[in-house]
């Protein structure tokens, strides 16, 4: 009994992913036939919602999913012949094809209007289906209980002037559902004593005349498709630094993009080192090979708040325990700006699979070669900071030692068991930092007047991972990288590399601002402008 309420609980999830995926615009809520959009049957003490607003656009959305050849290659692994071949099994499964708005008419749902999946603090979830006509849909899901569920024989549940509609096997209720405001508030066995107390209530108590939601939604993109609300107070985030988070996502043929707002409740220093300061460009430094660019355009002296997170707690043990400051000795002399990027190694082990993430097992920089460049504020302070940081390497297992570059300034060089480490440099008002130390050369050589990476964003953190690069330089390895008999793997390689290049751009950006936390995801698609 246990596995199957999951299992049913499961398909009201996976029914609201496919209309989530396939929503229109969001703008404003949508009206219902008996009056009030979606948000009139959603209850203020929800402790999350996901709202979408037409469900007739949903087969727009999944044909671009379809088209992608991502799509294609992962399908063919599961024995489809194509994309479509997996939609077709997947709607399938759902007995409507939200693809059609014919199908959805014809099942009695009003695919011009929204749907929603709401969660209520006891746990119990349901969905809310606008309906067109209540006839079509009750056969609809009679048809689908019984298919589904072994469910066919219908009853029904008096609360008044309510009725719920029940599917069941024998007495056993395994989905009910129950109209209100021209919406099918619907959910599994264990949600359905849950049904007549949602229908009945008031508008005060819905989430249609929750201030904090429409001021919230409100400052989410106008071209949003969906809408994931977690209100102040949920459960969800008891354990998480913010008191509420508003997302939104969006998908179109040029890409996939997810924006979150998050209200911050944690440690107000940790905030500060997401606010972006002003700041000059060391993007022309990095390497025009690179695939990933980051660059971090907050105060670094506010990241001594997140000094244990970045360090991890080993090396910020061997920090304390040699009496090394990272805050007075680094951050506090580093300006905003810092950049920092990754290229593919000349000759990575790809015969060895993927690495370890245990850097005691394996040199990261075997893969990718590490370039940075940042700013300083007092030029004189670098060498003496690299003198103390050089006498506590062998803390944490490495060994650093100073040695002077043919233009008469210092180096630190890094070694530690699995080979080098990264290695820094002062030049200037800069500190280079990279791995190997060929990549320092070039950097201490560079004028600083390369290409950069376009794209990243005036956040305080921005990341840009060129996939189409990556892939590029993949497919340029010397036959040498691949090892003895890595003509298989290389081809196994090439192979993936064919059917997930319409992936074009990751972009990844965080920012601060009046205690709200931004977070920004974009998937480029296809041939959309890089």
Known sequence: ?????????????????????????CTKPTSGAAGGGIERVLPRGAVGVVVVPALASAGQKLRILEALKVTA????????????????????????????????????????????????????????????????????????????????????????????????????????????????????????????????MTDSDSLASDKAYAAEVEKLPKDRDVVVYLPTGTPVLAQAPFSAVTGAISLTPAGLSVLANASWKGDPAQLAALETQPSRSLLGYLPADAFLVTRYSGDPSKLSA????????????????????????????????????????????????????????????????????????????????????????????????????????????????????????????????????QRLDALVKSDGAGVAMTGLGDEAVTVVIDLNKLAASVRALPESAWGLGGFAIKATTVRWLDATDDLKRVTISVGAKDRVVQAKVMLTLGGAAR
């Open 1 to 25: 009994m246990r596995g199957r309420a999951g299992e049913r609980a499961s398909r009201l999830a996976l029914l609201a992913l496919v209309f989530a995926v396939g929503c229109g615009k």
């Open 73 to 200: 290659f992962a399908a063919q692994l599961r024995g489809f012949d194509d994309g479509k071949g997996f939609a077709d099994a997947l709607v399938g499964e759902l007995g409507i094809d939200v693809r059609s708005a014919e199908a959805l008419e014809k099942a009695g749902v009003d695919g011009t209007r929204g749907a929603a999946l709401a969660v209520l603090v006891t746990g119990h979830a349901y969905l809310a289906l606008p309906v067109k006509d209540a006839a079509k849909f009750h056969a609809t899901l009679q048809t689908l209980a019984k298919q589904r569920l072994g469910a066919g024989a219908a009853g029904e549940q008096k609360f008044g002037e309510l009725t719920v509609k029940t599917f069941s096997v024998g007495a056993a209720p395994k989905l009910g559902y129950v109209l209100s405001n021209g919406y099918a508030l619907l959910t599994d066995a264990k949600g359905i004593e849950k049904l007549a107390g949602l229908a009945a």
């Open 306 to 437: 997140w000094s244990r997170q970045l360090l991890g707690t080993y090396l910020a043990r061997a920090f304390d325990d040699g009496g090394f400051d990272l805050k007075t000795q680094v951050l506090d002399q580093l300006q905003p700006g810092v950049v920092a990027s990754l290229s593919l190694s000349e000759r990575p082990p790809m015969d060895k699979g993927m690495p370890s993430l245990d850097l005691r097992q394996t040199n990261p920089f075997t893969y990718a070669h590490l370039s940075g460049a940042a700013a300083v504020k007092s030029p004189a302070a670098v060498v003496p900071s690299l003198e103390k940081m050089a006498a506590l390497a062998p803390k944490f297992g490495a060994e650093m030692s100073l040695r002077e570059r043919p233009d008469g300034q210092k180096a630190l060089i890094t070694t530690y068991a699995q080979g080098e480490g990264v290695h820094l440099a002062p030049k200037g008002d800069l500190v280079f930092f990279a791995s190997p130390v």
